[in-house]
């Protein structure tokens, strides 16, 4: 019984720890750009978009599907870089548990 009671103890530190670091992912940020820098996507831990900066440089009237797909391509390498930031922090959570999409 001894074992069941230091288990549960682990446990209820795991979940205060996990929550802690849920509440760390909301005050971090990831950024990735496309187009050498023509269009930078910012993003938080909670995978919200927070900010798009496109330089004057890339709006053309005449080629709107180029800027589409700049947006396009840095925003999917904003959230590409916020799962691997989530992944980083909880992931040492669920390493051995084999409990796919649980992050």
Do not use: R, Y
């Not at 005050?27 to 900010?51: F, N, Q, R």
């Not at 980083?88 to 669920?94: D, I, N, Q, S």
Request: charged letters at 30%; proline letters at 2%.
């Amino acid at each position: 019984m001894k074992n069941m009671g230091n288990m549960m103890k682990q446990m209820q530190k795991m979940q205060k720890d996990m929550a802690k670091a849920q509440e760390q992912l909301k005050e971090e940020t990831v950024e990735a750009s496309a187009g050498g820098g023509m269009v930078t996507v910012i993003a938080s831990g909670e995978k919200k978009i927070l900010d798009i900066q496109i330089k004057e440089e890339v709006v053309d009237p005449d080629d709107v599907e180029m800027l589409q797909d700049l947006v396009l391509a840095a925003t999917n390498e904003a959230l590409v870089k916020v799962d691997e930031l989530v992944n980083e922090k909880m992931g040492k959570f669920t390493k051995g548990m084999n409990i796919p999409g649980l992050f």
